[in-house]
T-cell receptor
Framework: DAGVTQSPTHLIKTRGQQVTLRCSPK?????VSWYQQALGQGPQFIFQ???????QRGNFPDRFSGHQFPNYSSELNVNALLLGDSALYLC?????????????FGAGTRLSVL | AQTVTQSQPEMSVQEAETVTLSCTYD???????LFWYKQPPSRQMILVIR??????QNATENRFSVNFQKAAKSFSLKISDSQLGDAAMYFC??????????FGTGTSLTVIP
């Protein structure tokens, strides 16, 4: 049973560029959440996707956008990259509406913006 | 907004000893979940233990247990018989209904052989 997988593992971009990160949820899960984890900090919620729609959003600008596909996989897009966007981006999957609603995390994508 | 505070940036424990990591949170809600996640150098967040706010009994998972004080909004993690593999960053997290998680800033745990 594959867990949450993210690609790529590392990425280097320059300011102003655009980036796309990918996530495949754990088998049987239908909800994907994205988090940004800056160095030395806890993860910060970006947004959550369920049924191919953004359901919740944290305090992040519109430069951060996402998509969920019919197979529940998801993408995170960041436009006009800033130096401050350098962070570990974590994807978490869960089964929507279940009481336990435990999130399982991927190993993340390390994004460096130069 | 909900906040989660971990006041211990770093902790250390001797192998086989017991250590307690602290966490406090702020919320006006009565129904929520609390979690402790472990993040080793591999970066993958691993669920350690979970507590439902409506349950008075403290959760326990093998060597890991919590002390949940709802009125005080405190949720500490106790690790008994510490092992070298317990060394990691530990994050306390709060989940409101609707699935959004709020994380603390983490406590780095070192296990001394």
């Amino acid at each position: 049973d594959a867990g949450v997988t993210q690609s790529p593992t590392h990425l280097i971009k320059t300011r102003g560029q655009q980036v796309t990160l990918r996530c495949s949820p754990k088998s049987g899960h239908d909800t994907v959440s994205w988090y940004q984890q800056a160095l030395g900090q806890g993860p910060q919620f970006i947004f959550q996707y369920y049924e191919e729609e953004e359901r919740q959003r944290g305090n992040f600008p519109d430069r951060f956008s996402g998509h969920q596909f019919p197979n529940y996989s998801s993408e995170l897009n960041v436009n006009a990259l800033l130096l401050g966007d350098s962070a570990l981006y974590l994807c978490a999957s869960s089964l929507f509406g279940t009481e336990k609603n435990i999130q399982y995390f991927g190993a993340g994508t390390r994004l460096s913006v130069l | 907004a909900q906040t989660v505070t971990q006041s211990q940036p770093e902790m250390s424990v001797q192998e086989a000893e017991t250590v307690t990591l602290s966490c406090t949170y702020d919320t006006s809600e009565s129904d929520y979940y609390l979690f402790w996640y472990k993040q080793p150098p591999s970066r993958q967040m691993i669920l350690v233990i979970r507590q439902e706010a409506y349950k008075q009994q403290n959760a326990t998972e093998n060597r890991f247990s919590v002390n949940f004080q709802k009125a005080a909004k405190s949720f500490s993690l106790k690790i008994s018989d510490s092992q070298l593999g317990d060394a990691a960053m530990y994050f306390c997290a709060y989940r409101r209904l609707g699935n959004q998680f709020y994380f603390g800033t983490g406590t780095s745990l070192t296990v001394i052989p």
